[in-house]
């Protein structure tokens, strides 16, 4: 906004408001299962082949699983003002 009450002054103000508001949702499921055997024997000779030998060695790293929520956001505000005046003392104003 600008005010000029006269030819030598002025007066202007301004004003700035933004806000940036950034929600997130996210969900994550997770299964991972490594092999927990070490020797398996198959038949061979047929179109399908089946196990004919597993021997399991389960511990405690052969398998794996995850599942997590979250939700994230932020809100940022910014408020500016300003005021300026200017005045033109040398100005000479003619009167007629």
């Known amino acids: 906004?600008?005010?000029?009450?006269?030819?030598?002054?002025?007066?202007t103000a301004d004003a700035l408001y933004a806000r940036n508001k950034l929600p997130e949702r996210r969900s994550d499921q997770s299964n991972w299962f490594n092999?927990?055997?070490?020797?398996?024997?198959?038949?061979s000779g047929h179109s399908v082949a089946t196990t004919t030998y597993l021997h399991e060695a389960i511990t405690g790293e052969t398998k794996d699983a995850g599942?997590?929520?979250q939700y994230r956001a932020q809100?940022?505000?910014?408020y500016d003002f300003g005021l300026n005046a200017k005045w033109d003392v040398t100005?000479?104003?003619?009167h007629e």
């Not at 906004?1 to 007066?11: A, D, G, I």
Request: glycine fraction near 0%; proline fraction near 6%; aromatic fraction near 10%.
């Open 75 to 78: 809100k940022s505000e910014l």
């Open 91 to 94: 100005a000479t104003i003619s």
């Open 35 to 43: 092999r927990p055997f070490d020797v398996v024997t198959f038949d």
């Open 67 to 69: 599942s997590e929520q």
């Open 1 to 11: 906004m600008q005010f000029k009450p006269t030819e030598t002054s002025e007066l």
